[in-house]
């Protein structure tokens, strides 16, 4: 069964509402976890590394103030698409890193947000 | 620099063939860990196998293996006896830090394999 599970799966919003997208580690406790974008057909984009009780690392030229991350638990993440544009559409996919183990990266089963 | 290279945009293999996929990686770091994942058109991510820079044998999962070569900086994909369900995308990433312990993973452009019946 799925360790991660990430939710909604999908979801259509209009241009300026804001979406938030949870990722939730199942079987094991994680401080840190990962926020990933794909555009079709293009490879997997880091976004931010989601510290638990911290203020989320981003990476380059991803804006913090319209994706914003919240670990409020060892077994949650969320992220907020603020202000959505139609230029925000694309597949987000979270990953979780369990506390203390090295290895292997778990992942959520994405979420695709068309923005109309 | 593109950290990890997958020279495949799209492979074709018959089914019950074998296929390799390919590819390099570029880090300074002694101690990192790479990893493929197989990614269907649903969308998930499916952690397929893994390799520790000081493993010193190749990683195997079932009809997965990883042929690690370490002076190269390669670190190909065998599927041996391919399915139809091993049509998808497949990705190579990298984990630098001790035993990929630590910080993101890079990903590769993909290969995206299909297997013909």
């Known amino acids: 069964g799925a360790v991660v599970s990430q939710h909604p799966s999908w979801v259509i919003c209009k241009s300026g509402t804001s979406v938030k997208i949870e990722c939730r580690s199942l079987d094991f406790q994680a401080t840190t976890m990962f926020w990933y974008r794909q555009f079709p057909k293009q490879s997997l984009m880091l976004m931010a590394t989601s510290n638990e009780g911290s203020k989320a690392t981003y990476e380059q030229g991803v804006e913090k103030d319209k994706f914003l991350i919240n670990h409020a638990s060892l077994t949650l993440s969320t992220l907020t698409v603020t202000s959505a544009h139609p230029e925000d559409s694309s597949f987000y996919i979270c990953s979780v890193l369990p506390s203390g183990r090295a290895g292997e990266l778990f992942f959520g089963e994405g979420s695709r947000l068309t923005v109309l | 620099a593109q950290k990890i290279t997958q020279t495949q945009p799209g492979m074709f293999v018959q089914e019950k063939e074998a296929v390799t996929l390919d590819c390099t990686y570029d880090t300074s770091d002694q101690s990192y860990g790479l990893f493929w994942y197989k990614q269907p058109s649903s969308g998930e991510m499916i952690f397929l196998i893994y390799?520790?820079?000081?493993?010193?044998q190749n990683a195997t999962e079932g009809r997965y293996s990883l042929n690690f070569q370490k002076a190269r900086k390669s670190a190909n994909l065998v599927i041996s006896a391919s399915q139809l369900g091993d049509s998808a995308m497949y990705f190579c990433?990298?984990?630098?830090?001790?035993?990929?312990?630590?910080?993101?993973?890079?990903f590769g452009k993909g290969t995206k394999l299909s297997v013909k019946p």
């Open positions: 990433a990298m984990r630098e830090g001790p035993s990929g312990s630590q910080g993101n993973l890079i």
């Open positions: 390799q520790g820079s000081y493993d010193e």
